[in-house]
DNA sequence: AAAACGGGGAC
DNA sequence: GTCCCAGTTTT
């Protein structure tokens, strides 16, 4: 983009930014832990999902110093239901460097930011463009879409090496004098008007200077190939009560899906019997099964896979070997335990069947 | 470079 | 059903 145009579309863009920005809570502060927070919570996660959460999350988190003091099962607790939940784990544990290694007070620049667990390329450059008002690049799905049609790039954005391009042009073109609104201009313009389908060009304050507006077709950028393959997984899911009114709960390993949360035993369906399942369960979690209803079925679907689940409700005399990651718990000790949203599903399913007896 | 990693909303 | 969302880490 030529020089004068520049100046003429940081200043589109900016004026337009303080005019028309949505009033968000994480927009009402300046507090490089609360920006980085929010910056977190919304990776890969809309608005209106985050926001109940952020206010939550810091009203029981206020500092860093909370944060990096909280238990994780309290932490994931408040996570529950957000998904991707190593970035929760990732974020206390970026906290808990910068409250030990930078006497609490979060780096001001890239080199130093970026070396916090959980803080990529995108998250350095909000916190420090937003908290701090540098100029640097924080590039996200919203500035690709956007620049990919202001600047006619067609660079896939599916292949990682795409987002370097981004990058420069975000460095080529930041407005020195207002980083911060002019990367937040750049997220709220393709938030609320580039959107990815049907963009509303009439609206937009910087369509003037926009490439594909005047030349192409803004609606088919930016250009992006990649296609993922969903796995499909069948699961029987049990809700065992012992007879003493307690509830058999696992907790998942420390890594890979849904790390360390808290689910009811589940095995794998391996045909469509149902009682080699049952035989399964008694016999990988030393059960003495003593009756079985029907519960919900459901399909839960991941980023990459997806579930499907048959679950029962299971009455059973209390053992004494159980695996090391089982417990028993009565119902108000589970509701303490973070649990992803199918396990939620299942209770939520457990508890309408058994309060209509 | 590709896959893993949640959940939900919009079309 | 598909896409994608204020992405990062692991393989």
């Known amino acids: 983009m030529y020089y004068q145009y520049k100046k003429q579309f940081q200043q589109a863009l900016v004026e337009w930014y303080k005019r028309e920005k949505r009033d968000l809570p994480w927009r009402r502060t300046c507090d490089p832990y609360k920006i980085w927070v929010s910056e977190v919570m919304l990776q890969q996660t809309r608005v209106d999902t985050v926001i109940p959460y952020y206010e939550r999350f810091l009203s029981e988190f206020p500092t860093l110093q909370h944060l990096a003091d909280a238990e994780e099962e309290k932490l994931l607790k408040q996570w529950e239901g957000l998904g991707y939940y190593s970035r929760a784990r990732n974020l206390q544990a970026g906290v808990r460097e910068v409250v030990e290694n930078y006497n609490s007070l979060v780096p001001d620049n890239r080199s ?22 540098k100029a640097e690049h924080a590039v996200d799905g919203n500035v690709m879409r956007v620049l990919s049609r202001v600047l006619l790039i067609e660079e896939d954005i599916a292949l990682p090496k795409t987002k370097k391009t981004f990058e420069n042009a975000v460095m080529e073109l930041i407005d020195p004098m207002h980083p911060s609104e002019f990367n937040q201009g750049l997220m709220e313009l393709g938030a609320t008007i580039c959107t990815p389908t049907s963009p509303k060009c009439l609206l937009c304050p910087v369509r003037e200077f926009c490439t594909a507006f005047n030349e192409g077709q803004p609606e088919n950028l930016p250009i992006k190939t990649k296609k993922v393959k969903m796995k499909h997984i069948p ?7 012992n007879t003493i009114g307690q509830f058999l ?29 049952e035989t399964k369960l008694a016999e990988q979690y030393n059960l003495n099964l003593l009756s079985r209803e029907k519960l919900t079925s459901f399909k839960h679907i991941f980023s ?3 579930w499907h689940i048959e679950s029962y409700s299971i009455g059973c005399e209390e053992q004494a070997k159980l695996p090391g990651n089982c417990q028993w718990f009565t119902a108000e000790e589970m509701a303490n335990l973070p649990m992803p949203v199918p396990m939620q599903k299942v209770w939520q399913s457990y508890k309408i069947e058994t309060t209509s007896l």
Do not use: C
């Open 112 to 133: 130093e930011i970026s070396k916090l667990k959980g803080v990529g390329p995108y998250t350095a450059g909000a916190v420090l463009s937003i908290a701090y008002n």
């Open 235 to 241: 699961y029987d899911v049990f809700v065992i009560k």
């Open 249 to 277: 709960v696992e907790k998942r390993p420390a890594k890979g899906l849904l790390a360390n949360m808290w689910q009811f035993p589940m095995v794998e369906q391996v045909g469509n019997a149902d009682t080699t399942n």
């Open 304 to 306: 990459h896979l997806t």
